[in-house]
């Protein structure tokens, strides 16, 4: 029940400058204020979060196998592709791009969920990052 903090808010949150100039205000404004300042809190709280929406390394290499080795291997239709094929600033280009052959990705090649998952994994062991790796040559 956060809003019970209400009152003890602008002690904990701006010091005793906020509190002078809120006290000033009507208790209703105050309240107000308070919510506001509550709401921007829980968000800020809640960024990091939103920000660290991540695909699954392990998933990665599993799709990555599975959707684009079927191509991109020695003999197969396209030029063999490891994540040491490209540093990890080519790799998110390509993915932010989120273009192949100058076709969207999706849907042939994954899932969006699976297609970040690939993404997080060949970033991941780019050739200049800090695990690189071939995923079996
Ligand atoms: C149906 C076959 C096929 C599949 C599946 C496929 N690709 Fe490709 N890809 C190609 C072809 C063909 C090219 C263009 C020729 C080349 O680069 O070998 C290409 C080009 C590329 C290039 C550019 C190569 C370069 O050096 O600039 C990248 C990067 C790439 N693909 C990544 C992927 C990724 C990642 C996946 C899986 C999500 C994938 N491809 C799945 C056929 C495929």
């Given at each position: 029940?956060?809003?019970?903090?209400?009152?003890?808010?602008p002690?904990?949150?701006g010091g005793p400058c906020v509190a002078t100039c809120a006290i000033k205000r009507?208790?209703?404004g105050l309240?107000?204020r308070?919510?506001?300042?509550?709401?921007?809190?829980?968000?800020?709280?809640?960024?990091?979060?939103?920000?660290?929406?991540?695909?699954?390394?392990?998933?990665?290499?599993?799709?990555?196998?599975?959707?684009?080795?079927?191509?991109?291997?020695?003999?197969?239709?396209?030029?063999?592709?490891?994540?040491?094929?490209?540093?990890?600033?080519?790799?998110?280009?390509?993915?932010?791009?989120?273009?192949?052959?100058?076709?969207?990705?999706?849907?042939?090649?994954?899932?969006?969920?699976?297609?970040?998952?690939?993404?997080?994994?060949?970033?991941?062991?780019?050739?200049?990052?800090?695990?690189?790796?071939?995923?079996?040559?």
């Amino acid at each position: 029940m956060p809003l019970l903090f209400v009152g003890d808010l602008p002690i904990f949150n701006g010091g005793p400058c906020v509190a002078t100039c809120a006290i000033k205000r009507s208790s209703k404004g105050l309240k107000m204020r308070m919510r506001t300042l509550l709401g921007l809190a829980l968000l800020l709280m809640a960024l990091p979060a939103v920000a660290q929406q991540k695909g699954s390394d392990t998933k990665g290499k599993f799709y990555f196998k599975k959707n684009c080795k079927s191509c991109h291997v020695d003999g197969g239709s396209a030029k063999p592709l490891t994540p040491l094929s490209k540093t990890q600033a080519q790799w998110k280009k390509l993915f932010e791009g989120g273009k192949h052959k100058g076709e969207p990705f999706t849907p042939k090649l994954g899932t969006p969920v699976q297609l970040l998952d690939i993404k997080t994994f060949l970033v991941n062991h780019a050739s200049d990052s800090p695990q690189p790796e071939t995923c079996g040559g």
